[in-house]
């Protein structure tokens, strides 16, 4: 006797594949329409640290809103592919991305508050980040290695033992 196959509208197959489907569309067009976003700050005003519209007016401290735009563009469109990157990848070391996006939105921030300096000291912000993010992604990447290798530690133990130079060392860590 077969069983028959529930199928409401919040289970569906169909309805999962179709919505996977928008969101990869989705976010392919992003992906797609990054160099014109990234190139959009051509259209500002070269000579002018003012635009006025009939909705807003924006001014700036920087020599021009050509300028402006460049910077910000510079960083959003690398913050966004990054976040991209980082909420898509299925990799175990995906959270070490986290840095990097970060480090843009610190530059971001700055670019936003045309706070000149901020280049220069995002990496006071980003450094406790670094001291959380970078032992825990090596901790996991142990963790997953030691399942790999049967929990073997007498081996390990050995390994520890022998005596490398610094360039076996190096060589070690990416094998």
Not at 5 to 33: C, E, H, M, N, Y
Not at 66 to 79: D, E, Q, S, T
Request: hydrophobic content about 50%.
């Amino acid at each position: 006797m077969d069983k028959q196959i529930s199928r409401s509208t919040d289970q569906s197959p169909f309805k999962t594949g179709r919505r996977s489907l928008f969101i990869g569309g989705v976010l392919v067009l992003i992906i797609a329409i990054t160099p014109f976003l990234f190139y959009s700050y051509d259209s500002f005003p070269r000579d002018s640290t003012t635009w006025e519209t009939s909705l807003f007016s924006l001014s700036t401290s920087y020599p021009s809103l050509h300028h402006l735009v460049w910077y910000f563009v510079g960083k959003a469109v690398p913050l966004l592919l990054l976040l991209i990157w980082f909420f898509t990848c299925k990799h175990w070391w995906h959270w070490i991305i986290l840095v990097p996006i970060a480090m843009y939105a610190f530059q971001l921030w700055g670019v936003m508050n045309e706070n000149w300096e901020m280049d220069e000291m995002e990496i006071y912000y980003v450094i406790p980040l670094m001291m959380v993010l970078i032992p825990l992604v090596y901790l996991v990447r142990a963790k997953l290695f030691n399942e790999v290798r049967d929990n073997d530690l007498s081996s390990f133990e050995e390994d520890l033992l022998v005596k490398k130079t610094f360039w076996q060392q190096i060589k070690d860590l990416f094998r």
